[in-house]
């Protein structure tokens, strides 16, 4: 699907057709290798590198905002360069924060529904992250890992009361988030009513609609998308899904969803089955970030959530993303080798 939805794209732009398959390919390689290590580190020592990993994490968000360091791209500051890779510390985030609950609510079951000693270490972590992404700034990522750290705290044991307070608390943060941003709030105008600006902020999101009606039942056969040749924005990356709609009809996207569901509902199984809070928890996380990140991707490519930039797990071309998921299936892989249901 990758080569599919690029291949006019790249040949246009780098006169290469392969060029983002090629990279892709790369990618998913270094990918594997990640995830065959996560697969094979000690779940102990895992547990142990919670805090250096969380450390690691917060110092290169840092560094990512230092102007010559970080690379800016439309004006976001979200990237490394290396070399012909692009590094996105906060994909590296999303799991930082996840291996650090696990560890952090796994020492402190006793204590965690208390606020001080509990529940507020944990969201002054969490909320040094937010803040880093945010200057960024990506609103997105931002709120996804919020989600699944505060998913775990709940599941760990944090008092429900606490959540509902600090909820209530970023309310009026997040209002300013979203409508003091003029790109944000035209955003937001173009979900609630992409035909007032068809042309402009709504463009993206009506040629989606275009690409997945244009499917129907079988589709219109896998490479003859119309959609990919320059009309949809992003077809190769955060609109993917719209291109197997009209490739491969609601049969194709029929199918792409179930496999989630399965992943879900066989990782929600090994969660509760594991052996320990921490791996408990730390699968839960996976399952929680692989699960809202398809969910806000299909969502705002079918026009039922506001416009998001944010890449179809596993399917959408991407560097960053990818290495960093399938090291993350290396450590509920990893969590699979020692659960009862294997056994």
Known sequence: MIYSASAIYAYSNMGDSLY??????????????????????????????????????????????????????????????????????????????????????????????????????????????????????????????????????????????????????????????????????KRIMAFLNPWADKRGTGFQIIQSFVALGSGGLFGVGLGQSKQKLFYLPASHTDFIFSIIGEELGFVGTACVVMLFVLFVWQGMKVSFKAIGTFEKLLGLGIVSLIALEVIINIGVTAGALPTKGLPLPFISYGGSGLIFHLTAIGFFLNIAKTCETYQ
């Open 20 to 185: 983002f398959l090629k990279r892709h390919l790369i990618y998913l390689g270094i990918g594997l290798v990640m995830m065959f290590l996560a697969m094979s580190i000690d779940i102990n020592r895992l547990k142990q590198l919670a805090k250096p990993i969380i450390a690691a994490s917060i110092i290169l968000l840092i560094l990512v905002l230092i102007p010559h360091i970080g690379k800016e791209i439309a004006g976001a500051k979200r990237w490394f360069r290396l070399g012909m890779v692009n590094f996105q510390p906060s994909e590296l985030a999303k799991i930082a924060i996840i291996v650090y609950m696990a560890d952090f609510i796994s020492r402190k079951e006793v204590v965690i529904k208390k606020l001080l000693l509990g529940y507020v270490p944990a969201i002054m972590v969490l909320g040094l992250m937010v803040g880093l992404i945010l200057l960024e700034p990506d609103l997105g990522t931002a709120i996804t890992i919020s989600i699944i750290a505060v998913i775990m705290l709940f599941v760990g044991g944090a008092r429900p009361s606490h959540i509902f307070v600090s909820f209530l608390a970023s309310l009026p943060a997040l209002y300013v988030l979203l409508f003091s941003v003029p790109y944000r709030r």
